[in-house]
């Protein structure tokens, strides 16, 4: 069954171009599912929904039940591909003031190791007090700076609360099957230990050990993730443009942006998906921004921002189009209720739901961008629960291989980053820089 459905009727351009892509696409298609189980293709993601490590994943729910058990809070220490995907899950599935809540039962989750402020060190570690905690470290390469900052403080701060044999037992990590510092201590310390595969890359990784274990301990069912996912990965299997709705998104971005539309805005309607948002960037930014090539990713939160960037959207440069995602079926809605006095005039949307009027500013929105120059992409899922987002989640991957593929760059590599490390080591002194 189809829960996302691509519209591709504001973009301003007729579908029958789409079909001018479909030689390209076919060969990206081929190129992609011919490497898919290689160990040194960064592919390993396409069949990952079919070919996840079973035995694994059990253990996964396992130290879950066990995290939710014994920890008041968990940490979730690692950096972009790392952190965003397990952070957006858990966002977009859970209560939108999950930490606040005082009567949500499973860990507080906060995360760390994702930049190197002392501030927000200190707060969190103010905030944790006395608490009981669990921590998971997350890192490919086992030897990322900010991560490894802040294990080195917690994993000291785990040691005096608890000692260093109880500590062992609330430290979890997740990293390279055999390289890596963070591999050598955890075999030093016998942490229980989780694999990212040699074959996926960071930003692809959330529906790994990376993305999993945080998601299961936030109570969301991991099952039913893998289950969309799954979905997604047997729908999005043909290789033809016509039928595939995923690859026409990556060919319509190709198109937008051979029509110098190099900014894309991932706007939602829904708070709880506002890292769902940075995790898509991070996806985009890194595989498609090289060689002087890709468009911008950024993303914008409606209607917060029509009261913000939505001027700039409505007027400014022309270079922007947006990919909107609609939400068809609220997991919860209010009616408003009909005032007898109407001093504030609201009489007119009495008996409505919030997710009505929400739906109308999109409408409206979605009408006042593309009449201004905007070209809209809509992506509609049929709801917000964890088969949805699997499927999502793979929809968008598998979109940004191809449509970098199109484009004409690696999307598996991210040799940009480099350039600010190796200044950084520089100016820190760090041996053999
Ligand atoms: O997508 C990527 O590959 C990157 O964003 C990485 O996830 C990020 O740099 C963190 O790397 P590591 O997991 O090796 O600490």
């Given at each position: 069954m189809s829960n996302i459905k691509v519209n591709l009727e504001n973009t301003g351009f007729k579908k029958e171009e789409l079909m001018k892509y479909n030689e390209k696409v076919e060969k990206a298609h081929e190129e992609l599912h011919s490497v898919a189980d290689n160990e040194d293709d960064f592919v390993g993601w396409l069949h990952l929904p079919t070919n996840y490590n079973k035995e694994e994943f059990e253990r996964i729910k396992k130290c879950a039940e066990k995290i939710k058990k014994d920890s008041e809070v968990f940490l979730v220490i690692g950096i972009g591909g790392s952190y965003l995907g397990a952070r957006a899950v858990i966002e977009s599935l859970t209560n939108t003031f999950y930490n606040a809540c005082s009567n949500i039962k499973t860990p507080k989750i906060f995360f760390v190791g994702n930049n190197m402020s002392p501030n927000y060190m200190n707060d969190l570690l103010e905030c944790i007090g006395n608490k009981d905690i669990s921590i998971t470290v997350i890192s490919k390469s086992g030897t990322t700076t900010e991560p490894a900052i802040a294990f080195r403080i917690f994993r000291e701060f785990m040691e005096s609360k608890y000692g260093v044999d109880e500590a062992r037992k609330r430290i979890y990590i997740t990293t390279d099957k055999e390289k890596g510092a963070l591999k050598t201590l955890s075999n030093e310390e016998e942490y229980e230990t989780f694999v990212i595969p040699d074959n996926i890359g960071g930003r692809y990784s959330v529906l790994t050990a990376v993305g999993l274990l945080p998601i299961a301990v936030a109570g969301i069912d991991i099952d039913k993730l893998m289950y969309g996912a799954k979905n997604a990965e047997d729908k999005y299997n043909e290789n033809s443009v016509k039928y595939n709705q995923c690859y026409q998104y990556a060919v319509a971005r190709n198109i937008l942006y051979s029509q110098e539309k190099t900014t894309e805005i991932l706007v939602n309607y829904e708070p709880k998906m506002q890292y769902f948002t940075e995790w898509w960037k991070q996806l985009y930014a890194e595989s498609e921004g090289k060689e002087n090539k890709g468009i911008f990713p950024t993303g914008a939160m409606f209607t917060t921002d029509l009261h913000s960037i939505g001027q700039y959207i409505q007027e400014g440069r022309r270079n922007l189009f947006e990919t909107v995602i609609s939400i068809e079926n609220p997991e919860t809605d209010i009616t408003i209720k009909k005032d007898a006095d109407n001093i504030d005039g609201l009489?007119?949307?009495?008996?409505?739901t919030m997710d009505y009027v929400n739906k109308k500013a999109m409408q409206g929105t979605i009408e006042a961008h593309v009449a201004g120059g905007v070209p809209n992409i809509i992506i509609t899922m049929e709801r917000l629960d964890a088969e949805n987002l699997g499927e999502l989640i793979y929809f968008f991957e598998l979109s940004c291989a191809i449509s970098g593929k199109l484009l004409g760059v690696n999307p598996f590599n991210q040799p940009g980053v480099e350039a600010y490390k190796k200044n950084m080591f520089r100016l820190l002194g760090k041996p053999g820089v």
């Open positions: 009489n007119f949307v009495a008996d409505k």
